[in-house]
Structure formats: structure tokens, C-alpha cells
């Protein structure tokens, strides 16, 4: 299936999610960058069910580690691929 425009943009969204996730989560991102992952998260049911994940590390451990992130982020992946592999079902 040839697709001129390439990769799809909320690919991107949710890999970029994903990665700032642990400054989001701290509050470390200005207001525009929170914004966005506010309104992707609002769309995006695997994202948001990512950030429950992240959350609950936190409430357990105290905060997240990059160590923490890393391993859920395979996870995460998985499930955030699976969850755009049917939303572009159509
Ligand atoms: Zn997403």
C-alpha cells in the first residue's frame, strides 16, 4: 500500500509521548509542549493508558526512573502499535 506522504503523524505523536512522558510527569515541560501531550492524550487511548502505567510506578516507587521507563516502554510500544493498528482498521 503506497502512501506518498510517508509515516503517519500519530506514530510520531505517541513514540514523542512516550518520550516525554518522565518530564511531563514532573512538570518540567513548558506550557505549549504540555498542551500537546494533553490533547494527544485525549485521542489517543494507548497513551493514556501508558501514562496509568507510569503513574502507578510512581505511586509505588516514588518516581520514575529511567530504568522504569525503559522497561515499560517495550510494553508500551506493543500495546500503543496494536491500538493504531486497529484505529487505522477504518
Ligand atoms: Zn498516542
Known amino acids: 500500500m503506497a502512501d506518498p506522504r510517508g509515516s503517519s503523524p500519530d506514530d510520531l505523536a505517541c513514540i514523542d ?3 516525554k512522558v518522565t518530564e511531563y510527569l514532573d512538570g518540567k ?4 509542549q504540555r498542551e500537546r501531550i ?3 492524550l485525549e485521542v489517543c ?4 493508558a501508558a501514562l496509568d502505567q507510569f503513574q ?4 509505588l516507587v516514588g518516581r520514575l526512573t529511567p530504568a522504569d ?12 502499535m496494536a491500538m493504531l493498528r ?3 482498521r477504518r
Do not use: F, M
Open 29 to 32: 515541560l513548558d506550557e505549549g
Open 56 to 59: 502507578t510506578v510512581i505511586r
Open 45 to 48: 487511548d494507548g497513551c493514556r
Open 17 to 19: 509521548l512516550v518520550n
Open 86 to 88: 486497529v484505529a487505522r
Open 38 to 40: 494533553e490533547r494527544h
Open 69 to 80: 521507563v525503559a522497561r515499560i516502554d517495550a510494553l508500551t510500544r506493543d500495546r500503543l
